[in-house]
């Protein structure tokens, strides 16, 4: 992409109303713009994100044997009288009226509705087990909208929900979904820390919230610090093992990690003094087995070769794909803007052009944007009339991994500079070397490119 022809409506001054810097940030960087409270347009670059970070998720549970769907963002208020939930949700929901008079929501979660598809469908316990799962917009009316994109009244959200006969069945699918998210946070450079949390009037302790630990985060939590040790790598994991599926839980569980829900004092006082930490975390992501409660009231059942029906076991996960941006950039960035992890940056690299309208410069840059692009790679190319001052501050704020300075002087030696984000290291190497190493650092990273570019 040329940076001439492309919309990046990056702002100079620090908006007042943004109380945390991923928020400032995100606004500053012109990838979301406010609508109303808690509603946003998603700017090119921050629909970028949003895309990779989508493409992520679905790689993720594609692999674990999970089947997207897609269901729409209203509902029939009829399907959640069935479950009980229409008069229990409280306000959060956002009610309507069509012109018929006929109440129809916009989806907060899709426990009934995803009910409703597989009892229309599903008769036999042959067809078990089976997950599917959507990312879809949703909406709940907040009562206190804020941080941006981090609690919005709409938002992105990935919803998965596990189909299975028998709970032992059920509590596979539960552990398939941690091990698939820890994967799918680790891609995107995060350490989200599995806690056990509040199963609510359900009861329990099947559920685990994801914590993303920063001091801006709005829950209150409770670990041993050696939980912060733990990595899931690039191991390879059979998701239809369930003794594997069960060690990683029991690794990435069983040391003390609890929101203040769940907290126990007397417990966590025995860990050693200094292993006992207390910080902020956001929540970027839920699982829960439920057992029988939707099935039982809305009739998902099946059979068995006798022809004894019995209601399926399910759960529920999620993952807020659209926090996630938030909470991404609230764990990697620095005072001149955003560092994006390389797994999910918008453009892989930026091409900045020191002297616009030099035959060498412009020829330098034009072969760079053309083999980095042959490559599969995307980059970013400033190609404006600006000074350098200016063009390295729209980097450095976007957060680009990589950048490559071209300018006279040091073609003609040669070279070009390149420089990464994070470590602020710049060498000097020759526009070949340079595209070589840029390709050979992305190599190593998957993107996902799953679904869209
Ligand atoms: P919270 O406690 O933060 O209100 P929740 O527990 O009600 O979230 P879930 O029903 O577990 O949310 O939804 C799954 C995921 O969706 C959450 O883990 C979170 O990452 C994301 N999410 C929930 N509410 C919002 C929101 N208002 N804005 C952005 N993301 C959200
Ligand atoms: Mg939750």
């Given at each position: 992409?040329?940076?001439s022809s492309?919309?990046?409506?990056?702002?100079?001054?620090?908006?007042?109303?943004?109380q945390?810097?991923s928020?400032?940030l995100?606004?500053?960087a012109?990838?979301?713009?406010?609508?109303?409270?808690?509603?946003?347009?998603?700017?090119?670059?921050?629909?970028?994100?949003l895309?990779?970070?989508?493409?992520?998720?679905?790689?993720?549970?594609?692999?674990?044997?999970?089947?997207?769907?897609?269901?729409?963002?209203?509902?029939?208020?009829?399907?959640?009288?069935?479950?009980?939930?229409?008069?229990?949700?409280?306000?959060?929901?956002?009610?309507?009226?069509?012109?018929q008079?006929?109440?129809l929501?916009?989806?907060?979660?899709?426990?009934?509705?995803?009910?409703?598809?597989?009892?229309s469908?599903?008769?036999?316990?042959?067809?078990l087990?089976?997950?599917?799962?959507?990312?879809?917009?949703?909406?709940?009316d907040?009562?206190?909208?804020?941080?941006g994109?981090m609690?919005?009244?709409?938002?992105?959200?990935?919803?998965?929900?596990?189909?299975?006969?028998?709970?032992?069945?059920?509590l596979h699918s539960?552990?398939?979904h941690?091990?698939s998210?820890?994967?799918?946070?680790?891609?995107?450079?995060?350490?989200?820390?599995?806690?056990?949390a509040?199963?609510?009037p359900?009861?329990?302790?099947?559920?685990?919230?994801?914590?993303?630990l920063?001091?801006?985060?709005?829950?209150?939590?409770?670990?041993?610090?050696?939980v912060?040790?733990?990595?899931?790598?690039?191991r390879?994991?059979?998701?239809?093992?369930?003794?594997?599926?069960?060690?990683?839980?029991?690794?990435?569980?069983?040391?003390?990690?609890?929101?203040?829900?769940?907290?126990?004092?007397?417990?966590?006082?025995?860990?050693?003094?200094?292993?006992?930490?207390?910080?902020?975390?956001?929540?970027?992501?839920q699982?829960?087995?439920?057992?029988?409660?939707?099935?039982?009231?809305?009739?998902?059942?099946?059979?068995?070769?006798?022809?004894?029906?019995?209601?399926?076991?399910?759960g529920?996960?999620?993952?807020?794909?659209?926090?996630?941006?938030?909470?991404?950039?609230?764990?990697?960035?620095?005072e001149?803007?955003?560092i994006?992890?390389?797994?999910?940056?918008?453009?892989?690299?930026?091409?900045?052009?020191?002297?616009?309208?030099?035959?060498?410069a412009?020829d330098?840059?034009?072969?760079?944007?053309?083999?980095?692009?042959?490559?599969?790679?995307?980059?970013?190319?400033?190609?404006?009339?600006?000074?350098?001052?200016?063009?390295f501050?729209?980097?450095?704020?976007?957060?680009?991994?990589?950048?490559?300075?071209?300018?006279?002087?040091?073609?003609?030696?040669?070279?070009?500079?390149?420089t990464?984000?994070?470590?602020?290291?710049?060498?000097?190497?020759s526009?070949?070397?340079?595209?070589?190493?840029?390709?050979?650092?992305?190599?190593?990273?998957t993107?996902?490119?799953?679904?869209?570019?």
């Amino acid at each position: 992409m040329r940076l001439s022809s492309y919309f990046l409506p990056v702002l100079k001054e620090t908006p007042a109303e943004a109380q945390v810097v991923s928020h400032r940030l995100m606004l500053r960087a012109g990838m979301i713009k406010q609508q109303a409270a808690g509603i946003y347009s998603w700017l090119p670059l921050g629909f970028k994100v949003l895309r990779k970070l989508e493409n992520i998720v679905h790689e993720e549970q594609i692999k674990a044997g999970h089947i997207p769907i897609q269901m729409p963002i209203l509902q029939s208020a009829d399907l959640w009288r069935e479950s009980g939930r229409y008069d229990d949700y409280g306000q959060e929901m956002l009610r309507i009226k069509d012109r018929q008079d006929r109440d129809l929501l916009y989806t907060p979660t899709a426990e009934e509705m995803v009910t409703d598809i597989f009892r229309s469908h599903v008769s036999s316990y042959k067809d078990l087990p089976l997950t599917l799962y959507q990312i879809q917009w949703k909406f709940r009316d907040e009562i206190r909208p804020r941080f941006g994109i981090m609690r919005g009244r709409e938002f992105y959200m990935k919803d998965g929900y596990n189909f299975d006969l028998t709970k032992e069945d059920a509590l596979h699918s539960y552990n398939r979904h941690l091990v698939s998210y820890l994967k799918t946070y680790e891609r995107m450079g995060l350490q989200a820390i599995p806690m056990r949390a509040d199963s609510g009037p359900i009861g329990g302790d099947n559920t685990h919230e994801f914590l993303v630990l920063a001091e801006t985060g709005e829950s209150e939590v409770f670990y041993d610090s050696k939980v912060t040790d733990l990595t899931f790598g690039d191991r390879d994991i059979d998701y239809n093992d369930k003794s594997a599926c069960q060690s990683v839980l029991d690794e990435f569980t069983s040391l003390y990690a609890r929101t203040d829900e769940t907290h126990d004092p007397k417990l966590f006082a025995e860990l050693p003094a200094d292993r006992q930490k207390s910080a902020r975390g956001i929540e970027v992501g839920q699982i829960f087995y439920f057992g029988t409660k939707y099935s039982e009231t809305m009739g998902a059942q099946v059979a068995d070769d006798e022809g004894n029906k019995m209601p399926v076991h399910m759960g529920s996960h999620g993952i807020g794909v659209s926090r996630l941006i938030g909470a991404i950039i609230e764990a990697s960035h620095d005072e001149n803007g955003i560092i994006w992890p390389e797994g999910v940056t918008p453009f892989h690299c930026g091409i900045v052009n020191l002297k616009q309208g030099d035959v060498e410069a412009d020829d330098a840059c034009e072969a760079l944007y053309k083999s980095l692009n042959a490559l599969g790679l995307e980059p970013l190319y400033d190609d404006r009339n600006e000074r350098a001052g200016g063009k390295f501050a729209t980097m450095d704020l976007i957060g680009l991994p990589w950048r490559l300075t071209v300018g006279p002087r040091g073609l003609k030696n040669g070279v070009v500079e390149l420089t990464n984000r994070k470590s602020g290291i710049s060498e000097e190497i020759s526009p070949e070397g340079a595209v070589e190493k840029l390709a050979s650092v992305y190599r190593s990273v998957t993107v996902g490119d799953f679904l869209f570019r």
